[in-house]
């Protein structure tokens, strides 16, 4: 994320969030190593709950290591939850899909 030029951290609710220069959140990240739909629905719900509070402008993003069935992600979708998907290269997560879902600073 740096690398694009986004400033980044955590806390107690949040797995990742990006701020921007007035430290408001831009983006948050659930993050799951698992795509069972019991899993994708937990992590939706962590994402959504945490995250009732902030603005409207917000980004959130659950992380997946795989594509998810097309039928549920259109309903994260409704929900205003968007999907990124990882794939491991060596021993580095990579997430080609981000400049997509959130713009660069």
């Not at 609710?13 to 948050?28: F, G, S, Y």
């Not at 659950?62 to 290269?89: A, F, Q």
């Not at 021993?91 to 400049?99: E, N, R, Y």
């Amino acid at each position: 994320l740096s690398r694009l030029g986004f400033r980044a951290g955590n806390d107690l609710e949040r797995d990742l969030l990006t701020v921007n220069a007035r430290q408001e959140i831009t983006a948050v990240f659930e993050i799951t190593t698992d795509t069972s739909r019991s899993s994708i629905q937990s992590a939706a719900a962590r994402l959504l709950l945490a995250n009732a509070d902030l603005s409207k402008q917000l980004h959130l993003i659950l992380v997946v290591p795989d594509s998810i069935d097309e039928t549920l992600n259109r309903k994260l979708k409704k929900l205003g939850v968007e999907v990124l998907v990882y794939e491991w290269k060596h021993d580095h997560a990579v997430f080609s899909g981000l400049p997509a879902l959130i713009p660069e600073t």
